[in-house]
């Protein structure tokens, strides 16, 4: 009885690694989509290992881990100014997934541009 009441009177406590910030739609989200196929595209240059960007979902995987480890560090900053819990800070699932979202569409974009162009029909002279 006694955990139920005291459950009941105090506050809940947010997820404080967590931004509880759900809009889809909201400018940040565009951002972090367009930073995903920024960091896709950069995934392709020569600074990162033959091994790593030499197929698409091992680009996208770059992209992932590098934006996971961003909202970790967004996350530890919130934590410790004391705002983590609020919406625009902490660990965004919605961000880590936007992110990916634009790198998948890159490459998506990238495999379909590919596809059109070997399409064409070659002039003969």
């Known amino acids: 009885m006694v955990v139920l009441a005291l459950s009941v009177a105090a506050a809940r406590a947010p997820a404080q690694w967590l931004d509880p910030d759900a809009c889809v739609t909201c400018p940040d989200k565009r951002i972090h989509f367009a930073a995903g196929v920024g ?28 934006a996971a480890s961003w909202e970790m560090l967004d996350a530890l900053q919130a934590r410790r100014e004391g705002k983590a819990g609020r919406p625009g800070y902490g660990f965004g699932p919605l961000d880590f997934a936007a992110t990916v979202a634009g790198a998948a569409t890159a490459e998506a974009l990238q495999a379909l ?12 002279p």
Not at 42 to 64: E, I, M, N, Q, S
């Open 113 to 124: 541009g590919r596809k059109i162009l070997r399409r064409r029909p070659v002039a003969s």
């Open 39 to 66: 960091l896709d595209l950069l995934a392709r240059g020569p600074w990162v290992a033959k091994g790593f960007h030499d197929h698409a979902c091992k680009r996208v995987l770059v992209t992932a881990t590098v």
